[in-house]
Protein backbone atom coordinates (compact mmCIF):
# COMPACT_ATOMS: atom_id res chain seq x y z
CA UNK A 1 0.00 0.00 0.00
CA UNK A 2 1.22 3.66 -0.53
CA UNK A 3 2.01 6.21 2.10
CA UNK A 4 0.25 9.50 1.64
CA UNK A 5 1.37 10.90 4.63
CA UNK A 6 4.94 10.19 6.73
CA UNK A 7 6.07 12.17 10.18
CA UNK A 8 9.61 11.45 10.20
CA UNK A 9 11.32 12.26 14.03
CA UNK A 10 8.72 14.03 14.92
CA UNK A 11 9.40 16.45 18.51
CA UNK A 12 7.12 18.92 20.46
CA UNK A 13 8.27 19.88 23.61
CA UNK A 14 7.05 22.64 25.86
CA UNK A 15 8.92 24.43 28.64
CA UNK A 16 7.61 21.20 31.53
CA UNK A 17 7.19 18.60 28.97
CA UNK A 18 7.50 16.66 25.81
CA UNK A 19 4.26 15.85 24.75
CA UNK A 20 5.58 14.22 21.19
CA UNK A 21 9.26 12.68 21.43
CA UNK A 22 10.64 11.44 18.68
CA UNK A 23 7.35 9.73 16.58
CA UNK A 24 7.70 7.92 13.02
CA UNK A 25 4.58 7.84 11.63
CA UNK A 26 3.07 6.67 8.13
CA UNK A 27 -0.32 7.01 7.03
CA UNK A 28 -1.22 4.65 3.60
CA UNK A 29 -3.44 5.59 1.13
CA UNK A 30 -6.87 4.04 1.78
CA UNK A 31 -6.76 2.80 5.63
CA UNK A 32 -8.09 3.32 9.01
CA UNK A 33 -5.39 3.96 11.24
CA UNK A 34 -5.55 4.19 14.74
CA UNK A 35 -3.60 6.08 17.29
CA UNK A 36 -4.67 4.09 20.59
CA UNK A 37 -3.04 5.84 23.88
CA UNK A 38 -3.99 7.35 27.52
CA UNK A 39 -4.54 10.97 28.47
CA UNK A 40 -2.02 12.91 27.75
CA UNK A 41 0.03 10.37 25.28
CA UNK A 42 0.53 12.97 22.83
CA UNK A 43 -2.34 12.32 20.44
CA UNK A 44 -3.53 15.56 19.82
CA UNK A 45 -0.26 17.35 20.13
CA UNK A 46 0.56 14.40 17.17
CA UNK A 47 -2.24 15.43 15.09
CA UNK A 48 -1.76 18.79 15.53
CA UNK A 49 2.01 18.55 14.00
CA UNK A 50 0.46 16.20 11.01
CA UNK A 51 -2.19 19.17 10.42
CA UNK A 52 0.30 22.14 10.41
CA UNK A 53 -1.57 23.94 13.41
CA UNK A 54 1.07 23.13 15.98
CA UNK A 55 4.75 23.71 15.12
CA UNK A 56 7.17 20.72 15.50
CA UNK A 57 10.32 21.64 17.72
CA UNK A 58 12.13 18.85 15.79
CA UNK A 59 11.06 16.48 12.56
CA UNK A 60 9.79 16.48 8.89
CA UNK A 61 6.48 15.75 7.70
CA UNK A 62 6.02 14.59 4.17
CA UNK A 63 2.92 14.25 1.86
CA UNK A 64 3.41 12.28 -0.89
CA UNK A 65 6.73 12.82 -0.29
CA UNK A 66 6.29 17.00 -0.18
CA UNK A 67 7.86 18.83 2.51
CA UNK A 68 4.32 20.29 4.15
CA UNK A 69 6.42 22.12 6.58
CA UNK A 70 7.94 24.35 3.65
CA UNK A 71 4.85 23.89 2.18
CA UNK A 72 1.71 24.11 4.14
CA UNK A 73 -0.85 24.98 1.78
CA UNK A 74 -0.67 21.69 0.17
CA UNK A 75 -2.02 19.67 2.46
CA UNK A 76 -5.17 22.12 3.49
CA UNK A 77 -7.60 21.86 0.34
CA UNK A 78 -7.08 17.35 0.87
CA UNK A 79 -7.26 17.23 5.09
CA UNK A 80 -10.23 17.35 6.81
CA UNK A 81 -9.53 17.87 10.89
CA UNK A 82 -12.83 16.60 13.26
CA UNK A 83 -10.93 18.02 16.56
CA UNK A 84 -11.19 16.65 19.76
CA UNK A 85 -12.89 19.83 21.22
CA UNK A 86 -16.54 20.99 19.66
CA UNK A 87 -16.40 24.09 18.22
CA UNK A 88 -19.35 24.90 17.10
CA UNK A 89 -22.05 28.03 17.17
CA UNK A 90 -24.98 26.75 20.27
CA UNK A 91 -26.96 29.78 18.66
CA UNK A 92 -26.90 28.51 14.58
CA UNK A 93 -28.90 25.32 13.77
CA UNK A 94 -26.79 22.38 12.52
CA UNK A 95 -27.14 23.26 9.03
CA UNK A 96 -26.23 27.26 9.58
CA UNK A 97 -23.00 26.04 10.93
CA UNK A 98 -22.05 23.67 8.36
CA UNK A 99 -22.90 26.55 6.22
CA UNK A 100 -20.39 28.45 7.75
CA UNK A 101 -17.75 25.94 7.85
CA UNK A 102 -18.33 25.44 4.39
CA UNK A 103 -18.00 29.27 3.39
CA UNK A 104 -14.55 28.84 5.42
CA UNK A 105 -13.57 26.30 3.10
CA UNK A 106 -14.53 28.84 0.35
CA UNK A 107 -17.55 26.98 -0.85
CA UNK A 108 -20.16 29.18 -1.98
CA UNK A 109 -24.09 29.65 -3.54
CA UNK A 110 -25.70 26.41 -5.07
CA UNK A 111 -22.79 24.63 -4.26
CA UNK A 112 -22.38 24.97 -0.78
CA UNK A 113 -26.23 24.28 -0.48
CA UNK A 114 -26.07 20.62 -1.95
CA UNK A 115 -22.80 19.93 -0.31
CA UNK A 116 -24.27 20.57 3.05
CA UNK A 117 -27.20 18.34 2.13
CA UNK A 118 -25.24 15.85 1.38
CA UNK A 119 -23.08 16.07 4.54
CA UNK A 120 -26.57 15.90 6.83
CA UNK A 121 -27.66 12.68 4.97
CA UNK A 122 -23.83 10.99 5.69
CA UNK A 123 -23.77 12.16 9.67
CA UNK A 124 -27.90 11.20 9.67
CA UNK A 125 -29.24 14.81 10.84
CA UNK A 126 -31.19 16.06 8.07
CA UNK A 127 -34.27 15.69 10.26
CA UNK A 128 -32.91 17.45 12.76
CA UNK A 129 -30.77 20.13 10.60
CA UNK A 130 -32.83 23.50 10.96
CA UNK A 131 -32.96 23.19 15.04
CA UNK A 132 -29.98 25.13 17.40
CA UNK A 133 -27.22 23.39 18.30
CA UNK A 134 -27.75 24.32 21.71
CA UNK A 135 -30.29 21.78 22.18
CA UNK A 136 -28.67 19.36 20.41
CA UNK A 137 -27.36 16.04 22.52
CA UNK A 138 -23.87 15.79 22.99
CA UNK A 139 -23.59 13.00 20.16
CA UNK A 140 -25.34 15.01 17.49
CA UNK A 141 -22.76 18.07 18.38
CA UNK A 142 -19.84 15.54 17.35
CA UNK A 143 -21.97 14.65 13.99
CA UNK A 144 -22.11 18.44 12.85
CA UNK A 145 -18.22 18.82 14.23
CA UNK A 146 -17.48 15.56 12.14
CA UNK A 147 -19.63 17.17 9.21
CA UNK A 148 -18.00 20.32 9.05
CA UNK A 149 -14.71 18.48 8.41
CA UNK A 150 -16.00 16.45 5.46
CA UNK A 151 -17.51 19.70 3.42
CA UNK A 152 -15.00 20.33 1.27
CA UNK A 153 -14.53 16.32 0.27
CA UNK A 154 -11.13 15.89 2.20
CA UNK A 155 -9.10 12.58 1.00
CA UNK A 156 -7.83 12.41 4.72
CA UNK A 157 -9.60 12.44 7.71
CA UNK A 158 -8.03 12.69 11.01
CA UNK A 159 -10.71 11.97 14.05
CA UNK A 160 -9.28 13.17 17.44
CA UNK A 161 -11.46 11.22 19.84
CA UNK A 162 -14.79 11.99 18.08
CA UNK A 163 -16.72 10.01 20.03
CA UNK A 164 -16.03 10.39 23.93
CA UNK A 165 -19.02 11.38 26.13
CA UNK A 166 -21.50 10.37 23.91
CA UNK A 167 -24.74 7.95 24.19
CA UNK A 168 -24.19 4.71 22.96
CA UNK A 169 -26.25 4.91 19.77
CA UNK A 170 -24.39 8.07 18.70
CA UNK A 171 -21.13 6.30 19.37
CA UNK A 172 -22.81 3.14 16.97
CA UNK A 173 -24.16 5.41 14.16
CA UNK A 174 -20.86 7.58 14.07
CA UNK A 175 -18.82 4.26 14.09
CA UNK A 176 -20.65 2.94 10.98
CA UNK A 177 -20.57 6.22 9.48
CA UNK A 178 -16.28 5.87 9.34
CA UNK A 179 -16.63 2.42 7.76
CA UNK A 180 -18.61 3.70 5.27
CA UNK A 181 -16.44 6.96 4.25
CA UNK A 182 -13.54 4.74 4.22
CA UNK A 183 -15.42 2.37 2.06
CA UNK A 184 -15.99 5.17 -0.09
CA UNK A 185 -11.97 5.98 -0.08
CA UNK A 186 -11.67 7.75 2.42
CA UNK A 187 -8.18 7.41 5.05
CA UNK A 188 -8.68 7.96 8.30
CA UNK A 189 -6.69 8.44 11.58
CA UNK A 190 -8.47 7.72 14.09
CA UNK A 191 -7.23 8.77 17.66
CA UNK A 192 -9.09 6.99 20.95
CA UNK A 193 -8.39 5.60 24.29
CA UNK A 194 -11.19 2.89 23.64
CA UNK A 195 -9.48 -0.05 23.14
CA UNK A 196 -12.67 -1.48 21.48
CA UNK A 197 -13.14 0.92 19.32
CA UNK A 198 -10.01 1.08 17.56
CA UNK A 199 -10.08 -2.87 17.32
CA UNK A 200 -13.70 -2.47 15.39
CA UNK A 201 -12.46 0.21 12.98
CA UNK A 202 -8.74 0.12 12.21
CA UNK A 203 -6.61 -2.11 10.09
CA UNK A 204 -3.47 -0.70 11.85
CA UNK A 205 -3.01 0.63 15.57
CA UNK A 206 -0.27 2.54 16.76
CA UNK A 207 -0.15 2.57 20.14
CA UNK A 208 1.55 5.70 22.07
CA UNK A 209 2.20 6.50 25.62
CA UNK A 210 4.46 9.68 26.73
CA UNK A 211 4.93 11.07 23.97
CA UNK A 212 5.93 7.90 21.99
CA UNK A 213 4.86 4.95 19.47
CA UNK A 214 5.59 2.12 22.18
CA UNK A 215 3.85 -0.26 19.56
CA UNK A 216 2.16 -0.90 15.86
CA UNK A 217 0.75 -3.11 13.61
CA UNK A 218 -2.21 -4.99 12.76
CA UNK A 219 -4.78 -6.18 15.58
CA UNK A 220 -3.72 -9.55 14.68
CA UNK A 221 0.38 -8.45 15.58
CA UNK A 222 -0.06 -6.99 18.42
CA UNK A 223 -1.82 -9.59 19.96
CA UNK A 224 0.48 -12.28 18.83
CA UNK A 225 3.25 -10.24 21.03
CA UNK A 226 1.24 -11.70 24.03
CA UNK A 227 0.18 -14.65 22.93
CA UNK A 228 1.90 -16.67 25.00
CA UNK A 229 -0.04 -15.05 27.59
CA UNK A 230 -3.79 -15.33 28.78
CA UNK A 231 -5.46 -13.18 31.61
CA UNK A 232 -8.09 -14.66 34.02
CA UNK A 233 -9.96 -12.58 35.89
CA UNK A 234 -11.48 -13.09 38.80
CA UNK A 235 -14.50 -11.18 41.00
CA UNK A 236 -14.39 -11.50 44.39
CA UNK A 237 -16.43 -10.63 47.74
CA UNK A 238 -14.29 -10.73 50.14
CA UNK A 239 -10.36 -10.93 49.82
CA UNK A 240 -7.86 -12.40 52.15
CA UNK A 241 -4.83 -10.69 52.64
CA UNK A 242 -3.09 -13.46 51.55
CA UNK A 243 -4.59 -13.88 48.39
CA UNK A 244 -3.09 -12.17 46.23
CA UNK A 245 1.01 -12.70 47.60
CA UNK A 246 -0.15 -16.35 47.36
CA UNK A 247 -1.23 -15.49 43.45
CA UNK A 248 1.82 -13.86 42.61
CA UNK A 249 4.14 -17.17 43.95
CA UNK A 250 1.76 -19.46 41.56
CA UNK A 251 4.39 -20.92 38.83
CA UNK A 252 3.52 -19.13 35.54
CA UNK A 253 2.21 -16.37 37.03
CA UNK A 254 3.61 -13.25 35.22
CA UNK A 255 1.60 -10.34 36.75
CA UNK A 256 -1.39 -9.50 39.21
CA UNK A 257 -3.05 -6.56 38.82
CA UNK A 258 -6.36 -5.66 41.65
CA UNK A 259 -8.93 -3.12 40.83
CA UNK A 260 -11.57 -3.23 43.23
CA UNK A 261 -13.40 -6.09 43.62
CA UNK A 262 -11.83 -7.46 40.34
CA UNK A 263 -8.04 -9.04 39.79
CA UNK A 264 -6.50 -9.81 36.64
CA UNK A 265 -4.04 -12.31 36.73
CA UNK A 266 -1.48 -12.57 33.70
CA UNK A 267 -0.53 -16.20 33.31
CA UNK A 268 1.69 -17.96 30.38
CA UNK A 269 -0.76 -19.85 28.74
CA UNK A 270 -1.92 -23.17 29.77
CA UNK A 271 0.65 -22.93 32.83
CA UNK A 272 -2.14 -21.87 35.75
CA UNK A 273 -4.99 -23.85 36.20
CA UNK A 274 -8.77 -22.51 37.81
CA UNK A 275 -8.86 -25.33 39.88
CA UNK A 276 -5.35 -24.12 41.69
CA UNK A 277 -6.84 -20.95 41.74
CA UNK A 278 -10.04 -21.93 43.43
CA UNK A 279 -7.99 -23.65 45.60
CA UNK A 280 -5.71 -20.82 46.62
CA UNK A 281 -8.91 -18.52 47.53
CA UNK A 282 -10.72 -21.23 49.73
CA UNK A 283 -7.46 -21.36 51.97
CA UNK A 284 -6.54 -17.89 52.03
CA UNK A 285 -10.78 -16.93 52.97
CA UNK A 286 -11.71 -15.25 49.89
CA UNK A 287 -14.58 -15.94 48.43
CA UNK A 288 -14.95 -15.77 44.74
CA UNK A 289 -17.92 -14.58 43.06
CA UNK A 290 -16.38 -15.37 39.30
CA UNK A 291 -13.43 -17.17 37.44
CA UNK A 292 -12.39 -16.62 33.98
CA UNK A 293 -10.01 -16.69 31.12
CA UNK A 294 -10.09 -13.95 29.07
CA UNK A 295 -8.68 -14.12 25.10
CA UNK A 296 -5.71 -11.21 24.83
CA UNK A 297 -6.90 -7.72 24.12
CA UNK A 298 -5.28 -4.56 22.68
CA UNK A 299 -5.54 -3.57 26.76
CA UNK A 300 -3.67 -6.54 27.76
CA UNK A 301 -1.20 -5.73 25.79
CA UNK A 302 -0.79 -1.98 26.52
CA UNK A 303 -0.93 -3.39 30.32
CA UNK A 304 2.24 -5.87 29.51
CA UNK A 305 4.00 -2.94 27.66
CA UNK A 306 3.80 -0.27 30.55
CA UNK A 307 2.63 -1.98 33.59
CA UNK A 308 -0.63 0.73 33.70
CA UNK A 309 -4.01 -0.09 31.82
CA UNK A 310 -5.14 2.70 29.23
CA UNK A 311 -7.71 4.68 31.82
CA UNK A 312 -6.17 4.23 34.67
N1 LIG B 1 0.11 23.91 24.67
C1 LIG B 1 0.68 23.13 25.58
N2 LIG B 1 1.54 23.63 26.49
C2 LIG B 1 2.12 22.83 27.41
N3 LIG B 1 1.94 21.51 27.51
C3 LIG B 1 1.09 20.95 26.64
C4 LIG B 1 0.42 21.71 25.63
N4 LIG B 1 -0.36 20.87 24.90
C5 LIG B 1 -0.18 19.65 25.44
N5 LIG B 1 0.68 19.69 26.46
C6 LIG B 1 1.13 18.53 27.27
O1 LIG B 1 1.62 17.55 26.39
C7 LIG B 1 1.22 16.25 26.78
C8 LIG B 1 0.45 15.57 25.66
O2 LIG B 1 -0.81 16.21 25.49
P1 LIG B 1 -1.85 15.80 24.37
O3 LIG B 1 -3.00 16.72 24.50
O4 LIG B 1 -1.18 15.73 23.07
O5 LIG B 1 -2.25 14.33 24.85
P2 LIG B 1 -3.46 13.41 24.36
O6 LIG B 1 -2.90 12.06 24.10
O7 LIG B 1 -4.19 14.08 23.26
O8 LIG B 1 -4.36 13.33 25.67
P3 LIG B 1 -5.98 13.24 25.81
O9 LIG B 1 -6.34 11.80 25.63
O10 LIG B 1 -6.20 13.70 27.23
O11 LIG B 1 -6.59 14.15 24.81
C9 LIG B 1 0.42 16.43 28.07
O12 LIG B 1 1.29 16.24 29.15
C10 LIG B 1 -0.02 17.86 27.99
O13 LIG B 1 -0.22 18.39 29.27
MG1 LIG C 1 -6.10 14.67 23.01
Known amino acids: MMEVLEGRGLVKRYPNTVAVDGVHFRLRKGEILGLLGPNGAGKSTLIGML ?4 PPSEGEILL ?16 GVVPQEIALYPDLTGEENLLFFGRV ?3 KGKALRRRVEEVLEIINLTDRARERVGRYSGGMKRRINIGAALLHRPEILFMDEPTVGIDPQSRRLILDTIKDLNREGL ?11 VDF ?3 RIYIMDHGKIIADGTKEELIARISNEETIELDFERNGKEFLPALE ?19 EKGMVSLGKIVHLAENSKTSLLSVEVKKPTLEDLFLHLTGRGLRE
Open 187 to 197: TILYTSHYMEE
Open 51 to 54: STLI
Open 249 to 267: GLPGVHAVHQRGAKIEIVV
Open 105 to 107: YGL
Open 201 to 203: LCD
Open 64 to 79: DGIDVLKNPNIIRNRL
